[in-house]
């Protein structure tokens, strides 16, 4: 189960699904267009890099549990989301939108350098950084109800697995969600 948690709510998903909530919730399908865009360069073209990369034998897995197998893929990462943000703002995306994208890049900020030196986690990182997004976008209360639960769940499947300690897993969930309650504070 703990590999099927991992598996499911592993960042390139979330990255890739985020945006279309956010999008089509705040601006229908004008919205759901925006986030296409967004998911297509921050969360589809590293997913199909992280493919090819495991096919190819750069990456050991698909979660890159590796850490000194993180640092070339995250600065690919770091271009794309900050070219999508570029787009974003220069093609005159809803402002949602384009904290949605700028979330993705406060949290690789704030996780990016823990990473060269302690093995934080991204998959909760990430997942918490889209529950307080999502909260911004939906009813707030059930929004953190489930996605507490959802973060603790991802939290217990990266330790069960030896992925990360308990202290990796609340350390990222932690940076996830104080890196976008703060961009948002900022741009919303």
């Given at each position: ?24 919730v ?14 297509a ?13 495991v ?6 897995d ?10 070339k893929?995250?600065?690919?990462v ?7 943000l ?16 700028a ?12 990473t060269l030196?302690w ?9 918490a ?37 308990p202290?990796q ?7 996830g ?11 919303l």
């Amino acid at each position: 189960m703990a590999r099927r948690v991992t598996d499911l709510f592993a960042p390139m998903w979330i990255v890739i699904t985020l945006p279309l909530v956010v999008g089509a919730v705040s601006s229908g399908w004008t919205g759901f267009g925006w986030g296409l865009l967004s998911a297509a360069l921050c969360g589809g073209i590293p997913a199909a890099a992280i493919f090819v990369g495991v096919r190819k034998g750069w990456f050991g897995d698909r979660h890159i549990g590796d850490r000194r197998q993180r640092p070339k893929l995250v600065v690919s990462v770091l271009v794309l989301v900050v070219l999508a943000l570029l787009l974003l703002v220069r093609l005159g995306a809803p402002p949602v939108s384009v904290a949605c994208v700028a979330i993705m890049l406060a949290t690789l900020g704030v996780v990016v350098p823990v990473t060269l030196v302690w093995k934080i986690s991204f998959h909760t990182a990430v997942a918490a950084g889209a529950v307080v997004m999502l909260a911004a976008v939906l009813p707030a209360l059930p929004v953190y109800a489930v996605g507490a639960a959802v973060v603790a769940l991802i939290g217990w499947a990266r330790t069960q697995l030896r992925d990360h300690t308990p202290a990796q897993a609340l350390a990222g969930a932690a940076a996830g969600a104080v890196a976008t309650w703060a961009t948002l504070a900022i741009l919303l």
